[in-house]
């Protein structure tokens, strides 16, 4: 009995512990994104590196939940005689819900999985230990780019997920199906709010950016230089970056649209 609660007390203080070290090292990449103004270049290669090598399976998964979008919003919007409105359903589906989610969680199995096993692998390799002894900050050199080339690109992608899943809503509803083309824009046009709808949407990937990309980077850091110990930080990374997406979506659409 003793020995199955001490098991959980000690169970219980590594998970304080281990909040506390990754609310230190959230902090420190915050506050690592002034200095990196001066330094651009850093951020730069590394939005292209998580941006566009993720580009292109957003536009294609983009696309196919736009086309799935059109035939499911279609078929329930005709039973009420309203399939008028069918870009109005497209696009607040997107520009809300599923652009940011989605993407995030593509994101995550992409981009996320890539910049733990980087920095993974660096850290199995010495090169950050390496860095530590010439006296060179592998957080600000290395790690704090990444940062916020994610949180920089998550955005961008959300939006080019959204706009490539209402062309793909359009090419179903208009040119497959029959739905008047200008009933489908104006309906759209008229019922989405550039604030309401498309500023949430814009804030939800902005925080999921935070989460996917730190999540990543803070598995990679931390794992184990070993083989094994990269495999786990990448497996852990899509998990923790997956569920903490979902949970934070849950609770920042409860607060924008209550």
Excluded: C
């Amino acid at each position: 009995m003793i020995g199955a609660i001490s098991s959980i007390g000690r169970g219980v203080l590594d998970a304080i512990a281990g909040a506390g070290h990754a609310s230190r090292f959230f902090a420190r990449l915050v506050l690592e994104f002034f200095p990196l103004l001066r330094r651009p270049r850093l951020v730069t290669k590394q939005i292209h590196f998580v941006g566009n090598y993720s580009l292109l399976i957003i536009a294609v998964s983009g696309l196919f939940v736009g086309f799935v979008l059109g035939l499911q919003g279609y078929y329930t919007l005709n039973r009420y005689g309203s399939e008028q409105a069918l870009g109005l359903l497209v696009a607040l589906s997107l520009v809300r819900e599923l652009g940011p989610v989605v993407t995030a969680l593509l994101f995550a199995g992409r981009a996320g999985t890539s910049l733990t096993a980087e920095i993974g692998l660096m850290k199995a390799g010495e090169q950050l230990t390496a860095m530590e002894m010439m006296a060179v900050d592998p957080v600000r050199i290395v790690v704090a780019p990444r940062m916020w080339a994610g949180v920089i690109a998550m955005p961008i992608l959300a939006a080019i997920f959204s706009a490539v899943g209402i062309l793909g809503g359009y090419v179903v509803g208009v040119l497959l199906i029959g739905v008047d083309s200008g009933a489908f824009w104006s309906q759209m046009q008229g019922g989405v709010d550039v604030w309401k709808d498309v500023g949430n949407g814009v804030i939800k990937s902005i925080v999921f950016g935070f989460a996917v990309t730190f999540t990543a980077l803070y598995q990679g850091y931390e794992a184990k230089p070993t083989p094994e110990g990269v495999s786990r930080a990448t497996t852990k990374t899509v998990v923790y970056a997956s569920l903490a997406v979902l949970g934070l979506d849950f609770l920042l659409t409860a607060l924008m649209f209550s």
